[in-house]
């Protein structure tokens, strides 16, 4: 079973920026696509980017230009560069497989927690 820890959560004021890191637990990013997802409180989960194997990136409209999806597949680190935070951007932020592999493959992390304060 492959083990999803992220980390890199914090405090920031509006306009700052954090970088979110995801580590696995076995070398699985060469094969699989992956992506950050979001859950704010009293709402679902939401992806808000996806990094195929083959190095395309999407994004939500929400999060595009501001954010920015890496991996280092030698590393089994997956990144989340998080730029012009905004309030609306606070939640808990997990890492998980996306499309075309499927959403959520793995279980789920325990996430960071991201907060921007105005």
């Known amino acids: 079973q492959v083990q999803l820890v992220e980390s890199g959560g914090g405090v920031v004021q509006a306009g700052g920026s954090l970088r979110l890191s995801c580590a696995a637990s076995?070398?699985?990013?060469?094969?699989?696509?992956m992506g950050w997802y979001r859950q704010a409180p009293g709402k679902p989960r939401e992806l808000v980017a996806g990094s195929t194997n083959g190095g395309v990136t999407n994004y939500v409209d929400s999060v595009e230009g501001r954010f920015t999806i890496s991996r280092d597949n030698d590393k089994n680190t997956l990144y989340l560069q998080m730029n012009s935070l905004k309030p609306a951007h606070t939640a808990f932020y997990y890492c998980?497989?996306?499309?075309?592999?499927?959403?959520?493959?793995?279980?789920w992390g325990q996430g960071t927690q991201v907060t921007v304060s105005s």
């Open positions: 998980n497989t996306t499309t075309p592999t499927g959403l959520g493959y793995y279980t």
């Open positions: 076995r070398s699985i990013f060469s094969f699989v696509s």
